[in-house]
């Protein structure tokens, strides 16, 4: 190994070790050198506070949450676990929620990580590729037959996410928007769904059949299959409603393997 | 093209409503390329709208050029593909390495100024100005750690590494003060040291004195107004060398827009009377 990287792997091991002090015995003399140099300090904080500020950036509902200060501290903790692989920090904290998930600390907030997965699709949401949304009117065209057996593509920003135990909409978007009114949250199970139709993110509350929905079509499955999959959710759901919501909330970009034979002809004025 | 180029100011987010309302008169503004590393989205939105107003300047924290390897081609395919939507006047790096085998710290990290890693960097920039088809500048990066291992001082490495490789030298002046009051060296003489044909741009900033140690160690910490002593040193490089691009940069504790444009002005006006050298091509 050359000379520069048997330097930058030792500075890289001193940048991160949980306690310089004992790691400096590890070190090769010349690294140790600058390791023991008060100046050191800068780079191991401004490496450490880099990526702790993306987290705190990244997940703006978490922080509202729990507070600055516990969030640094719980990203401190990840960051030494999950450094950023990534070099543009504005999509760091993908492990995030999971350690969020299994974090001890956390226990008594058992809904933290599903409101951190919500503040990572908004992430997603945001530098998502610029696509068209596919406009309600587009589905009126078609036969029944035809819409049953077609493919609603979901938009490359729509994520969601469902929570059988607890209100992640009330809890995520009220974070979000940095209200402190929670006296009147109903503690069931809600679901959400972020978009990105023009410009913005937006989100709205859905229910599990929408979401059951979602999932049927990012699996390529027919429109007939996602209405199986939302009535095996909820079997009194609403079907008509649940297309207008989806639709008008930008969920889709387009239809594919519509039958054009199939498309109604325009209605004569 | 540089050349037309006046006074510009880090873009941020808080301030595109300003920066795309701002005269179209030869200012300009600067962002780091990782941050509109995304898809799609309002963020290259802003950027696209600013840059059908005003000349952008592409200054990357990231490429780790002074890496014991070679720049990460995904990420160099970004930069690619963000330079060919922007259409960048001015592209930069740093003398520094930020990733290293998968991961990434986020700091401009300083290595011994060896031969052999002149020889690396010169590979890597030769790389990046392939793969882009221009000229990048080299930026001086701060300094806190006095190394015992160096074989070439700053300015010697960068005027050999912009000699061999045909990239220009971004002078950050803020920096130059910063490492000289750390490790105890004279701004001005190494000011004056730097080959003026090679500088494509140059960079003013704020420092302030470390949080634990006080005034005995300056941090490039970009969250403060471009102090008199570097205000100073940068009339100096002027007189010497003739105008240049001049970002007053702004990362931390960001102040109302117009407060940045005014000390953009004061560099602007700095320029404007600085004395009609030729620009090396």
New interface residues.
């Given amino acids: 190994m050359?000379?520069?990287?048997t330097?930058?792997?030792a500075?890289?091991q001193a940048?991160?070790a949980p306690d310089l002090a004992t790691a400096l015995d590890a070190l090769p003399p010349?690294v140790a050198?600058?390791a023991r140099?008060?100046?050191?300090?800068?780079?191991r904080n401004?490496?450490t506070r880099?990526?702790v500020d993306?987290l705190c950036a990244n997940f703006p509902s978490v922080q509202r949450a729990v507070g600055d200060e516990w969030l640094r501290a719980a990203a401190t903790l990840h960051v030494r676990e999950h450094?950023?692989?990534?070099?543009?920090?504005?999509?760091y904290g993908e492990a995030f929620p999971s350690f969020l998930a299994a974090f001890p600390p956390a226990a008594d907030l058992p809904w933290l990580a599903d409101v951190a997965r919500l503040d990572r699709a908004w992430t997603e949401?945001?530098?998502?590729?610029?696509?068209p949304t596919l406009e309600p009117a587009a589905i009126t065209v078609l036969t029944p037959a035809a819409l049953a057996a077609a493919v609603l593509v979901p938009h490359?920003?729509a994520r969601w996410l469902a929570s059988h135990r607890f209100p992640i909409h009330a809890l995520w978007s009220r974070n979000r928007r940095g209200e402190d009114h929670f006296a009147d949250v109903a503690w069931t199970g809600e679901a959400v769904l972020v978009t990105?139709p023009r410009?913005?993110v937006r989100w709205i509350a859905i229910d599990a059949a929408h979401a059951a929905f979602l999932d049927a079509c990012t699996r390529a499955g027919s429109v007939a299959e996602a209405i199986d999959a939302a009535l095996a959710a909820d079997r009194n759901t609403d079907l008509a409603r649940l297309m207008t919501t989806l639709l008008d909330a930008g969920a889709f970009t387009r239809l594919s393997g519509a039958d054009e034979r199939a498309v109604r002809a325009p209605a004569k004025p | 093209m540089t050349a037309a180029l006046s006074a510009g100011l880090s873009l941020k987010p808080a301030h595109y409503a300003e920066a795309l309302d701002a005269p179209a008169d030869a200012r300009w503004f600067e962002v780091h390329p990782?941050?509109y590393?995304?898809?799609?989205?309002?963020?290259l939105?802003w950027l696209d709208a600013i840059r059908a107003r005003h000349p952008l300047s592409l200054h990357g924290v990231?490429?780790?050029l002074a890496?014991?390897?070679p720049p990460?081609p995904a990420?160099l395919a970004r930069l690619a593909r963000l330079c060919a939507r922007v259409e960048p006047a001015l592209v930069s790096e740093h003398l520094a390495?930020?990733?290293?085998?998968?991961?990434?710290?986020?700091?401009l990290?300083p290595?011994?100024r060896?031969r052999?890693?002149l020889a690396?960097v010169a590979a890597n920039v030769s790389i990046v100005q392939d793969t882009l088809r221009r000229e990048i500048a080299i930026e001086n990066p701060s300094h806190?750690?006095?190394?015992?291992?160096h074989e070439l001082d700053e300015v010697t490495f960068l005027a050999e590494l912009s000699r061999r490789t045909g990239c220009r030298l971004l002078l950050d002046v803020n920096n130059v003060f910063v490492g000289a009051r750390?490790l105890g060296y004279d701004a001005g003489a190494t000011l004056d040291a730097f080959p003026g044909d090679a500088i494509a741009e140059i960079h003013l900033a704020g420092h302030r004195a470390?949080a634990?140690?006080g005034a005995s160690?300056l941090?490039d910490s970009h969250d403060a107004p471009v102090a008199d002593d570097v205000w100073s040193l940068y009339e100096r490089l002027v007189r010497r060398i003739g105008a240049r691009p001049t970002l007053v940069e702004r990362d931390d504790n960001l102040p109302a827009y117009a407060e940045l444009d005014a000390e953009r002005s004061r560099a602007a006006a700095l320029l404007a009377g600085a004395p009609a050298l030729p620009v090396a091509a």
Avoid: C, I, K, M
């Fill in positions: 050359t000379a520069l990287a330097f930058q792997d500075f890289a940048l991160l010349d050198t600058l140099q008060p100046a050191f300090a800068v780079y401004t490496v880099g990526a993306a450094p950023p692989r990534a070099t543009s920090l504005l999509a949401a945001h530098g998502a590729p610029d696509q490359a920003a990105r410009d913005a | 990782e941050n590393f995304v898809d799609g989205g309002p963020r939105a990231a490429l780790s890496a014991d390897a990460d990420q390495w930020s990733a290293w085998r998968g991961t990434y710290y986020p700091d990290l290595f011994p060896t052999a890693a690396r806190y750690l006095a190394f015992a291992g750390n470390d634990a140690l160690l941090v």
